[in-house]
């Protein structure tokens, strides 16, 4: 996350994974609903809307491709029927396989873009920051995970919490009909335990069966405190 020209930010998230080319940009990105995760019960995603997600707070954005030693860059942008990839230069490249995501962020949204860095991204050791303008966001902080829960150095959230494979999402105390409870720790569940987010990620959904799920958690980490310090 850093300035760019005319006292704007950019946020660029970048993996190193096993890329994209042409032909993946045209069927699976360029797609709504296309997923190459759609059929795992161990990864968040499956919607084909993760990619087009920059589009909900810019009008466009960028996003570098390498894999099999070529490198193109695109840009992705709203239509006025559909949205449109334009691709921007393609080069041979050396570089490894991997996707680097690249959005245009206005100067009074980068104290909000920080915040979220630190929140949702404060449970992942493999993350990389390079946040220059930012003290807190280094990367020395602390993870210390337990079994039914974990805390992290970096999380802004002094409420109990929950983290589904490691994603942050606050806890809905009012929807589980119980009081705040002010313990700055996350509750430990993973895409088996049967929780599942909203299709926007921006939540759980709060069924009765996942209801009975965090509860019973809850109770495993007051458990663990009462036998450990009473």
């Known amino acids: 996350f850093k300035a760019s020209a005319a006292s704007n930010y950019e946020f660029c998230v970048e993996d190193f994974g096993i890329g994209l080319d042409a032909d993946d940009v045209k069927n699976i990105i360029s797609k709504y609903g296309k997923s190459t995760k759609r059929d795992s019960n161990t990864e968040l995603g499956m919607m084909g809307l993760g990619f087009k997600a920059p589009l909900a707070y810019s009008s466009s954005f960028y996003f570098i491709c390498r894999k099999d030693g070529m490198e193109r860059k695109y840009m992705m942008y709203e239509g006025e029927d559909v949205n449109t990839i334009d ?5 041979p490249t050396t570089e ?21 860095i630190k ?19 280094t990367n020395d902080f602390v993870i210390s995970r337990h079994t039914h829960f974990q805390f ?15 994603v ?9 009909g119980i009081d705040r409870i002010d313990f700055p720790v996350a509750l ?12 926007n990620r921006e939540s759980l959904r709060y069924t009765q069966e996942a209801k009975k799920i965090i509860m019973d958690k809850l109770g495993d980490v007051a458990d663990y405190f009462v036998k450990k310090y009473n």
């Open 87 to 91: 691709l921007l230069y393609e080069t």
């Open 96 to 116: 490894a396989n991997g996707v680097k995501i690249i959005i245009p962020v206005k100067y009074q949204d980068a104290y909000q873009f920080r915040k979220k």
């Open 119 to 137: 929140e949702q991204l404060c449970y992942f050791e493999s993350v990389y920051f390079d946040v220059p303008d930012d003290s807190t966001i």
């Open 152 to 166: 992290s150095e970096m999380s802004i959230d002094d409420r109990i919490h929950i983290c589904l494979d490691n």
């Open 168 to 176: 942050y999402y606050p806890l809905d105390f009012e929807k589980l």
């Open 188 to 199: 430990r569940f993973s895409l088996s335990d049967g929780l599942y987010p909203t299709p």
